[in-house]
């Protein structure tokens, strides 16, 4: 068994938002990075889409890039297949746009059995079937994730189970 722990951050990107859109992974990310110096040992390995220069070539409406569509897709279809659990913010940051992409990462991810943490207020996703099925767990917020300490749970269950 591998000693890290695979996650891909699933969510909007959108030219006119991309601050936004890359803010909350970098929040998660900086949370693990700078936890390591607390003598607990979390080797995460974060699979972000908004790590390439990708990202700094997107139109405004965030659906053309540099980067071939078909490209994007199997690109994102390869990340959740290598991810161990999956995050998804559905905020969509008072874009119009909807959650496509992330809408069907999160039925590949299903598919593939990946614990799913689904970080959404609203209840168009909370409350819907198909979405709260999908879910592992459903936080309202990065804070609520972080606080709730919900990814160093699945490392532990994953990655040090003792058996």
């Known amino acids: 068994m591998k ?3 695979s996650i891909y951050l699933v969510g909007y990107i959108h030219g006119k938002v991309i601050d936004k859109c ?4 970098k929040k998660i990310r900086d949370h693990y990075d700078n936890w390591k110096g607390t003598g607990q040992k979390y080797p995460l ?3 972000d889409p908004c790590n390439g220069s990708e990202v700094f070539n997107l ?3 965030g659906l053309k890039s540099a980067m071939p569509a078909n490209a994007i897709v199997h690109k994102d279809y390869n990340s959740v297949v290598n ?9 969509t940051f008072g874009e119009e746009r909807p959650l496509t992409g992330s809408i069907c990462e999160l ?6 059995h990946k614990p799913i943490i689904m970080i959404t207020d609203e209840d168009k996703y909370r409350l819907h079937p198909f979405m709260s ?3 592992s767990w459903i936080v309202s917020s990065v804070d609520e994730l972080l606080e709730k300490k919900i990814i160093n749970e699945l490392y532990k269950s ?6």
């Open 107 to 112: 039925a590949w991810a299903w598919d593939k």
């Open 133 to 135: 099925y999908f879910a």
């Open 83 to 91: 991810a161990d659990i999956i995050i998804a913010n559905m905020d």
């Open 59 to 61: 139109s405004l409406d």
């Open 158 to 163: 994953i990655h040090s189970a003792q058996y």
């Open 22 to 25: 890359m803010a909350w992974r």
């Open 45 to 47: 390995v974060w699979i």
């Open 3 to 5: 000693d890290e722990m």
